[in-house]
């Protein structure tokens, strides 16, 4: 068994299997969680020959970090590689009140969005609950002091690998001590996969990366998006704002002359006015490859003045890391992620 990933109640199990008390289990679960433990013989409170036994009977593997690189605003892009080889992508981002993690969810994507470099290598495979913990983890090592955000906002669609980022949230939960309220799942909007987190109960915030507010421009821009009619993904997502008491973030990404009108902006205040939500706009950023261009300021403040004066919060988001490529939709960009 491999033991990162596994929570308490089952390291109590294979201390007893291994003929220890269960309480070398909650030590095991400390070391790996709390303490950053990257091998068994880090656990100096356990007796040597328990260690030994465990190393037989099981296995600890973290990622191991092949290379950073931070830009001026202290964000700091991961490449790190799993132990069957395959390479991932998280960020650590510093705020003055808070260390924000962003985690991938799998390796690839199958969203396919036209405006992220991910999307052109496609799927390889689901990221396991203790990948993606790991990712917490690592970069908390590197950093120096406790991740206090969570966002699944890296490569991949978390919904679409819903059942292995339910049990990293359970465990960045239980394990690492993260509040569920300070995780944020972002979605291309897999609407019965927001029922289903609706009905877990677990108050994550939501964020849907909208970014066009209709159904036809949606399709070009997100080809998953067409099995998700966007009436339907609104009344989904308006449900669970009202069910969780949790505001719903609509990411919107500013493409110059794509959806960045003025009709574009009030067809948004149409769709989303009067729900539980706020907007974050997000001009784009130059992915290589990408033929898309980031819109004049003007145009960003004249779409954010539609939205605001309809009463809807609308944020910009802040473009930490743009130097090093780790804002979102550009993780890949000379290596990986969505925006997604
Ligand atoms: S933006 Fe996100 S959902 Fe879309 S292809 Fe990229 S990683 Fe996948």
């Not at 033991?3 to 269960?22: K, N, Y």
């Not at 205040?269 to 992915?287: D, E, M, W």
Request: charged share 20%.
């Amino acid at each position: 068994m491999e033991v990162f990933g596994a929570a308490t109640a089952e390291l109590e199990r294979l201390a007893a299997d291994l003929g220890e008390p269960p309480y070398r289990g909650r030590q095991i679960a400390g070391w790996l969680y709390r303490k950053n433990a990257g091998n068994f013989s880090a656990m100096t409170d356990l007796p040597a020959e328990f260690r030994r036994k465990l190393e037989a009977a099981s296995t600890l593997f973290r990622a191991r970090t092949l290379a950073r690189s931070q830009s001026a605003d202290g964000t700091t892009k991961f490449l790190l590689e799993l132990s069957d080889g395959q390479r991932i992508e998280s960020a650590l981002i510093p705020y003055t009140d808070r260390v924000t993690v962003c985690v991938s969810t799998q390796v690839g994507c199958a969203a396919d969005c036209s405006f992220c470099a991910t999307a052109a290598a496609g799927l390889t495979r689901n990221l396991s609950g203790g990948e993606i913990v790991d990712q917490v983890l690592t970069l908390q090592g590197h950093a120096g002091e406790r991740v206090t955000n969570v966002v699944f906002m890296g490569m991949g669609e978390p919904l679409l690998n819903y059942d292995e980022v339910i049990k990293s949230v359970r465990l960045i939960n239980s394990e690492v001590g993260i509040a569920m309220r300070k995780m944020t799942i972002s979605t291309v909007g897999i609407t019965p996969r927001i029922r289903k987190l609706q009905s877990e109960n677990l108050q994550l915030t939501l964020a849907i990366s909208l970014h066009a507010p209709d159904d036809d421009l949606r399709r070009r821009l997100i080809p998953l998006a067409q099995r998700y009619p966007l009436n339907d993904l609104i009344a989904a997502c308006r449900a669970y704002a009202e069910a969780t008491g949790r505001r719903v973030t609509y990411e919107y990404l500013l493409l110059a002359a794509v959806n960045d009108s003025l009709t574009h902006a009030r067809k948004l205040v149409g769709l989303i006015k009067g729900s539980l939500a706020n907007v974050n706009l997000i001009p784009y950023n130059t992915v290589f490859g990408k033929d898309y261009k980031r819109p004049q300021a003007g145009v960003v403040k004249a779409f954010r003045s539609v939205l605001q004066d309809a009463g809807i919060e609308t944020t910009e988001r802040f473009e930490r890391g743009h130097a090093v490529s780790a804002a979102c939709g550009q993780l890949s960009a000379g290596a990986g992620s969505g925006v997604g």
